[in-house]
């Protein structure tokens, strides 16, 4: 690591940490730098420093750009739960067991429709919303990015 920069992977690390710990500040000293992460309603920010991001070449042969679905919006009515942080997704508390939910299921907020597995702690995810799951967009054992749409329920719907 170089004494005017921190490592981008480093940092990511650190958001991760404050992810799994439920901590709302960090701040670190190296040398003349300081980097100073704060966490609210899950909301990170970084403040501007130099930060050193690994280089690429250019490909030789560019991918030729083909025309790709255009993003739907949702519904007014569709709410999709995504993943809170990067991990192993668990549908079901173990293999065998039933899943959390499944399509049809009525959920409320503190429903927990699946684990998350990030740096060996497994983290229960609640629905956050109320209404009928529609769909389940990922598989036991799954690995998912921070974002990924995890399922689609509609809102207001408990029948």
Same mark, same amino acid.
């Given at each position: 690591?170089?004494?005017?920069?921190?490592?981008?992977?480093?940092?990511?690390?650190?958001?991760?940490?404050?992810? !799994?710990?439920?901590? $709302?500040?960090?701040?670190?000293?190296?040398?003349?730098?300081?980097? $100073?992460?704060?966490?609210?309603?899950?909301?990170?920010?970084?403040?501007?420093?130099?930060?050193?991001?690994?280089?690429?070449?250019?490909?030789?042969?560019?991918?030729?750009?083909?025309?790709?679905?255009?993003?739907?919006?949702?519904?007014?009515?569709?709410?999709?739960?995504?993943?809170?942080?990067?991990? $192993?997704?668990?549908?079901?508390?173990?293999?065998?067991?039933?899943?959390?939910?499944?399509?049809?299921? $009525?959920? !409320?907020?503190?429903? !927990?429709?699946?684990?998350?597995?990030?740096?060996?702690?497994?983290?229960?995810?609640?629905?956050?919303?109320?209404?009928?799951?529609?769909?389940?967009?990922?598989?036991?054992?799954?690995?998912?990015?921070?974002?990924?749409?995890?399922?689609?329920?509609?809102?207001?719907?408990?029948?």
């Amino acid at each position: 690591m170089s004494n005017d920069t921190f490592d981008l992977k480093r940092v990511k690390q650190l958001v991760e940490l404050m992810k !799994t710990n439920d901590l $709302t500040d960090i701040e670190i000293k190296q040398g003349d730098l300081q980097l $100073t992460l704060r966490r609210n309603s899950q909301t990170v920010v970084l403040p501007n420093i130099p930060v050193a991001v690994p280089t690429q070449a250019a490909p030789v042969n560019p991918p030729i750009a083909t025309s790709a679905p255009v993003p739907q919006e949702e519904p007014a009515n569709i709410t999709v739960i995504k993943s809170p942080m990067v991990g $192993t997704c668990y549908i079901a508390s173990s293999p065998g067991s039933p899943p959390f939910v499944k399509v049809g299921d $009525t959920i !409320t907020p503190e429903t !927990t429709v699946c684990l998350i597995e990030a740096m060996k702690v497994y983290n229960e995810i609640q629905a956050e919303c109320s209404g009928k799951v529609v769909e389940v967009l990922v598989n036991n054992g799954d690995a998912v990015e921070f974002g990924r749409p995890l399922f689609r329920v509609a809102v207001g719907q408990t029948r």
